[in-house]
DNA sequence: TCTTGATCTCAAGTTAACTTGAGGTTGCAG
DNA sequence: CTGCAACCTCAAGTTAACTTGAGATCAAGA
């Protein structure tokens, strides 16, 4: 027979999402979601958690980090249970970022394209490199300069 | 008077390239860049460098890994200096990839598109997660997907 | 009840791409 | 010959997103 209680363990919710039962910790830990316990002090999930990884998960794959993915999931109304609603309209913030990305990536092929051939590679004289250079200059550290981040 | 000597000191190379000094050091480590050394020790650079150094920072704004450039570099005719052919191979072959990253932030996009408005995020329904799934089954660890930020 | 697999916490390790710091040397202008 | 900025090496720190390991506890089937 099967179980029909509404609460899992992490195991159970590992195997039904794909993530690892140590990331799943982690996620509790950095707050992106939330798990009660067994009187013996293991987690339990309830159902609605399932949702909150998943958009984590394609979030992921969006290119955001858990920062970013915190931030949205606590815009989210407090007191009542998130909608369909409300879920659509963090997918729909979602997508301006996406297409600013798609923008700047294709900005900079075309930049390569005009490159190609020309083999110079100057500091001076590339259009490919100076074009993003000031965009490049924000600080000290790694630089990505495609997603970066607002 | 200007210097004319063709060997420059590291202070003057992250100068001209913008690259500090530490992460000169740092590629040199990496088998990036190479450098002569003074009687005393201390790194002397031949302009050609400077080139490679182009190389490298046009290369990470493209999103590509140390690792990658690395490879593109070791790639080179070994014995001559490269010529702008060389270089402009290793741009054509940079260019693949840049498509390919478009392509796939664009089918992305798309996907993104079709759940708007749908606020399913069901792990076992949702398209936009499912047709990335197998993609991201890239190894462990942290998963860049675009070429984003720490 | 026993046993075994699943969990727990906490600390430390991992990767990339560097930076920072300590403690010591070099090189050039004056 | 001095002084001092620039350089050197080596070790350790940084951030993100987790993983791994140790040592201990929980839960459930036989």
Redesign the interface.
């Known amino acids: 027979m099967i179980k029909t209680t509404d609460l899992m363990t992490i195991g159970e919710v590992a195997d039904?999402?794909?993530v690892s039962v140590s990331a799943l910790r982690y996620y509790e830990e950095e707050g992106l979601i939330a798990a009660l316990r067994s009187s013996g002090g293991q987690r339990r999930f309830v159902r609605g958690e399932?949702?909150r990884i998943?958009?984590v998960?394609?979030s992921?794959?969006?290119?955001?980090?858990l920062a970013q993915i915190k931030m949205a999931l606590d815009s989210f109304p407090k007191g009542r249970t998130p909608?369909?609603?409300?879920?659509?309209k963090l997918?729909?913030t979602?997508?301006g970022d996406?297409?600013k990305?798609?923008e700047a990536?294709?900005q900079?092929?075309k930049r390569?394209?005009g490159?190609?051939?020309?083999?110079?590679?100057?500091?001076k004289h590339?259009a490919?490199?100076n074009a993003?250079d000031k965009a490049?200059?924000r600080g000290?550290g790694?630089?990505?300069?495609?997603?970066?981040?607002p």
Chains 1, 2 share one sequence.
């Not at 909608?83 to 659509?88: C, L």
């Open positions: 039904r999402t794909g399932l949702r998943s958009f998960m394609i992921q794959q969006l290119g955001f980090s909608t369909k609603a409300d879920w659509a997918s729909r979602f997508k996406l297409d990305r798609i990536l294709v900079l092929r390569l394209d490159c190609i051939g020309c083999g110079c590679l100057s500091l590339c490919l490199y993003e490049n200059k000290v790694p630089r990505y300069i495609i997603g970066d981040q």
